[in-house]
């Protein structure tokens, strides 16, 4: 096998057999040996090292990372936003951290109080009263909301077959009514971006359970027409979901309740600043009107008459649990933190300064960058790589963005923008950030015109360069001997030389 530089090789490749990363006291009793049935044929393949090569292993691979911490995120509908420290401070207040989930009751007040609070506090800002915190994602929050929503229909007698969903939705939407054996059924965008109200209302009947609208949607507008869709579904007894995930753009401005949703899912991750990307936990509470409030997952906290907190496990309608024990708890804590740190006044600043961001970035790009849709935008706006010169892509403008230490934005999404580049800059980038995004976009732009190649073979400073998504993804190489045999030393993880899929 060919070695690689120390700074390429994986754990594995780093293993001196014998090295060990602890020293323990030998054993003063004689050592027993396992019974045949537990102990292994042969021993772990695991690599074996020091403490400090791990620690630089894995210190040397969080450096080849970008993060929030490191830099500009602007990823659109994910709301990349800064995580402040005092969320982690206080997640890690041993009486939070340390308890266990199976405690008493009475020995739990404290995280049950925080919990139901929590709740209420979600309860206000969402404009539905009752809330459940259970869900891990904001697409296990869809599943819930449209679980309850399908025992609700079933309950008066009919779980109806389809639900509604804009042409501009994120994955999970479609995902999550297939998962509830829903049917799908596109609505059409207009030309302004929005719902397309004829035809909603031309598929929209009596075995319509539900709209499930994105709002503000995902083209970065807000549904101005909102409540005349939420009352066609309604007029034909469905119900309204809203996919809250947009909900930085709107806070203490309006309320998916008073604008027609009976249920919708917010990603704390997202709006309330608890930490996500790379597949770690995240929280996705359902908020729901009373009359749905029957069917959430149990156990309900609840608060008695002297004031303690219990957990009514007796909900005979209810969908059941959807996660174990009270959801994740650490994430409920963050968001619990952030939301009272903020207080009412600040948390509406969060939406303007957010809107604001995005609409300087729209209407300072618009002009060089196609924009398909030409309106005031809410967090995020959506610019396409239709009239860029020389063929450049929103990938290559994606790629070359890395070279100046700068996130991509969400790209090739929403769908019905050919070659959408969404960019979400957030309420937490200052506006000197803001304006140098702004200025790095153009430059890209001119380079497009005068060196395109150099925009096409981005990105050029990162450890890796321009890998191949679909083949990175369908083939993992990791080791030297599973390099292509001429790979460069410096950037054998790069597939640039290999066919595109
Ligand atoms: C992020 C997002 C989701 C899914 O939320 P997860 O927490 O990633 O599961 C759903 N809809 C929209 C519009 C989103 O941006």
């Given at each position: ?5 120390e ?20 054993p ?18 695991l690599p ?22 490191t ?8 709301t ?9 401070q ?21 995280a ?12 206000e800002?969402?404009?539905l ?6 869900p ?5 929050g ?11 229909h079933?309950?008066?007698g009919n ?7 804009p042409?501009?939705?994120h994955g ?43 709002n ?9 027409r ?12 469905g ?11 709107i ?22 600043t608890?930490p ?25 906290i ?7 907190y ?9 969908i ?15 968001a ?9 006044e600040n948390?509406?600043?969060v ?6 961001n ?10 060089l960058y ?18 860029m010169?020389?063929g ?10 890395m ?20 960019i979400?800059p957030?309420?937490t980038?200052s ?26 073979g ?11 998504e ?32």
């Amino acid at each position: 096998m060919k070695r690689r530089d120390e700074h390429l090789q994986t754990l594995f490749e780093k293993s001196v057999p014998g090295r060990v990363g602890y020293s323990i006291p030998l054993p003063e009793v004689p050592e027993a040996a396992l019974p045949d049935d537990i102990a292994r044929d042969k021993p772990a393949e695991l690599p074996e090292l020091s403490e400090v090569a791990v620690n630089r292993h894995f210190t040397r691979i969080s450096q080849k990372n970008h993060g929030i911490d490191t830099g500009m995120y602007p990823l659109g509908s994910c709301t990349m936003k800064y995580n402040p420290r005092i969320n982690e401070q206080t997640a890690r207040i041993p009486g939070f951290a340390r308890l266990h989930p199976n405690a008493p009751i009475s020995g739990v007040q404290g995280a049950l109080h925080l919990m139901h609070e929590l709740g209420e506090y979600l309860a206000e800002i969402s404009g539905l009263p009752a809330v459940t915190l259970q869900p891990a994602a904001g697409a296990q929050g869809e599943m819930t909301g449209l679980m309850i929503i399908r025992a609700f229909h079933t309950a008066n007698g009919n779980p109806r077959k389809k639900v509604l969903v804009p042409d501009t939705a994120h994955g999970t939407n479609p995902a999550s009514c297939t998962i509830c054996n829903y049917s799908v059924v596109t609505v059409a965008t207009n030309e302004r971006g929005r719902l397309d109200l004829d035809d909603l209302r031309s598929k929209c009947d009596e075995e319509t359970a539900a709209l499930m609208v994105t709002n503000p949607s995902t083209l970065g507008l807000f549904e101005d027409r909102i409540d005349e869709a939420a009352k066609i579904v309604h007029d034909a007894g469905g119900l309204v979901y809203c996919d809250g995930a947009n909900l930085n753009a709107i806070l203490g401005v309006t309320r998916p309740g008073d604008f027609g949703a009976d249920v919708m899912h917010i990603n704390l991750h997202k709006t309330f600043t608890t930490p996500h990307g790379g597949g770690g936990p995240g929280s996705g509470p359902v908020a729901m009107r009373d009359f749905l409030a029957p069917f959430m997952p149990k156990p309900v906290i609840a608060e008695d008459s002297a004031g303690r907190y219990t957990l009514d496990f007796d909900r005979p309608q209810s969908i059941g649990r959807v996660h174990e024990f009270f959801g994740n708890f650490g994430m409920l804590v963050r968001a619990y933190t952030y939301i009272r740190e903020m207080g009412p006044e600040n948390l509406n600043r969060v939406s303007t300064l957010a809107v604001m961001n995005a609409n300087y970035v729209k209407e300072s790009l618009k002009g060089l960058y196609h924009l398909p849709f030409d309106e005031p935008c809410m967090h995020e706006c959506v610019l396409s790589d239709k009239d860029m010169p020389n063929g450049v892509t929103t990938m290559d403008i994606a790629k070359r963005l890395m070279d100046f230490g700068i996130h991509p934005p969400t790209v090739y999404f929403p769908l019905v923008v050919k070659g959408a580049l969404m960019i979400e800059p957030t309420e937490t980038e200052s506006p000197e950030n803001v304006r140098r995004f702004v200025e790095v976009m153009r430059q890209i732009h001119e380079e497009a015109k005068t060196n395109p190649q150099l925009v096409k073979g981005a990105p050029h400073t990162t450890p890796v360069g321009r890998v191949d998504e679909a083949l990175a993804a369908r083939q993992l190489h990791l080791t030297a001997d599973l390099l292509p045999p001429d790979a460069d030393e410096e950037r054998q993880l790069s597939f640039d030389d290999q066919p595109k899929a």
